[in-house]
């Protein structure tokens, strides 16, 4: 017996992928989640949101300033100005909206002009019940966002609109228990222009606040609360389940990956059994060879992908059809970089184990971290850059743009130029190689 278990750790040490894959593999993935979910529980991410003070009114202003206060919050009222330009003209409710609908935030809240004249508003309950509201505008594939401006938006009226919260709280003690005596309404009109001072001050100290802090469709809701806001889906709401879609590219991703591992593995087999020798001796040179597996790796790696979205399409009615030459083209451009990384690998790996070993560490790991295993918006910012290191945020992220916020085919061009520059090196490196094959 004893014999036996030393031949068995011989036999394992001599096996590098199965090495691999016992230690390596889950110590790198307990490493990706402890990174992603370690700190999440005694933390709230840190959400980006646009905020337009349409009112420009003290409230409004001691408004804003608040949000801009929370740690919770990353506030911009107009967009990144360019190194060595002037800063750009604030945003609009215009502008705002369009930049939830392309992604650069996923909450925009809109201060409307006149808010101002009756800021405050208890659940609905406000005399005036014509009085303007704000306008959260959202992206509903992020469902935690909106959920943390509401509350931090509450919390901010209460903190910086003293008076206002006590101008309404007369309102209601008149209208529920009867009129203020002579005393009393002199001794509260003195409080008030107190509360009126700290609340100018919030508004002053806003003005001075510098920009770098601040660095239709859908349905609408109401919020109860001291300030009444009504919710807005600008991206999502109106189609037909468009996040499967997500789901779709990022599963599919993943395992077009392993595809195209697997499938241009056959230059293993074949250098292995002699084939690769005869064909080379033949008039066809390397790069036309390696050339010919990339188109067939491309290809068989395009129709799997039109496989599972045609499968979304008609079991859970995703929208493909109304989605075609954005599908097509990102469909092509995401199989080509993905047949490319399958021949890289083949063509550094020297057997069929280490082939399968080193692809199943670097496809998992890629996955986990580019968004094919959960979505990117729930990683830290970290985590999130890190991603962009992979071929599958690039090619989430354009699908995304196709099915989720229905963009043309030319604003796809980031995610084209990236997903067409790394296949070209991939692909690159698997001919340079491939020479031991033309020398051996």
């Not at 006590?166 to 005393?183: F, I, Q, R, S, V």
């Not at 001072?197 to 920009?211: G, I």
Request: with cysteine; proline share 5%; net charge neutral.
């Amino acid at each position: 017996m004893f014999a036996i278990i030393q031949t068995a750790i011989a036999s394992l040490r001599r096996d590098p992928a199965a090495l691999a894959l016992s230690f390596i593999l889950p110590i790198g993935f307990f490493t990706i989640f402890a990174m992603v979910f370690g700190g999440q529980h005694d933390t709230v991410p840190r959400v980006h949101i646009i905020v337009v003070d349409a009112d420009n009114s003290e409230a409004s202003r001691s408004l804003v300033n608040a949000l801009q206060k929370e740690d919770t919050l990353i506030v911009r009222t107009h967009p990144d100005a360019s190194k060595g330009k002037p800063a750009p003209p604030n945003y609009t409710a215009q502008t705002a909206e369009a930049a939830v609908k392309a992604g650069d935030t996923s909450v925009a809240l809109i201060i409307p002009q006149g808010w101002g004249a009756n800021p405050i508003d208890f659940g609905g309950n406000n005399t005036n019940n014509t009085a303007p509201k704000i306008q959260l505008l959202y992206d509903s594939s992020d469902t935690i966002a909106p959920q943390v401006v509401s509350g931090m938006l509450q919390k901010s009226a209460m903190t910086s609109m003293p008076a206002s919260m006590a101008e309404m709280g007369l309102k209601y003690n008149e209208k529920y228990m009867g009129d203020l005596t002579p005393e009393q309404r002199q001794k509260w009109t003195q409080n008030l222009a107190y509360l009126k001072d700290l609340q100018q001050q919030h508004a002053d100290t806003n003005s001075t606040t510098t920009a770098t802090n601040t660095s239709s469709t859908g349905t609408s809701n109401n919020i109860s609360g001291p300030v009444s806001v009504q919710t807005r889906a600008v991206v999502g709401e109106t189609q037909n389940k468009p996040f499967l879609s997500f789901y779709a590219a990022a599963v599919g991703v993943m395992f077009l990956l392993f595809t195209a591992s697997g499938s241009a593995g056959a230059l293993l087999d074949e250098a292995e059994s002699g084939t690769l020798d005869r064909v080379l001796s033949s008039r066809i040179s390397m790069t036309t060879l390696l050339g010919g597996k990339l188109v067939y790796n491309m290809l068989l790696a395009f129709t799997q992908l039109t496989a599972m979205f045609l499968y979304a399409w008609a079991v859970f009615h995703v929208d493909l059809w109304g989605h075609i030459p954005g599908f097509v083209v990102m469909g092509l451009c995401t199989a080509f970089a993905v047949a490319a990384f399958g021949m890289m690998l083949a063509s550094v790996t020297k057997t069929r184990a280490q082939l399968g070993a080193i692809s199943t560490l670097l496809i998992l790991m890629m996955s986990s971290i580019g968004g094919s295993m959960f979505p990117r918006y729930l990683m830290s910012p970290a985590m999130q850059k890190a991603g962009l290191f992979t071929l599958n945020a690039w090619a989430i992220d354009g699908f995304t743009k196709v099915f989720w916020r229905d963009q043309p085919v030319q604003a796809l061009w980031p995610q084209i130029a990236v997903l067409l520059c790394a296949g070209t090196a991939l692909f690159l490196l698997a001919r340079r190689f491939a020479r031991r094959w033309e020398f051996s």
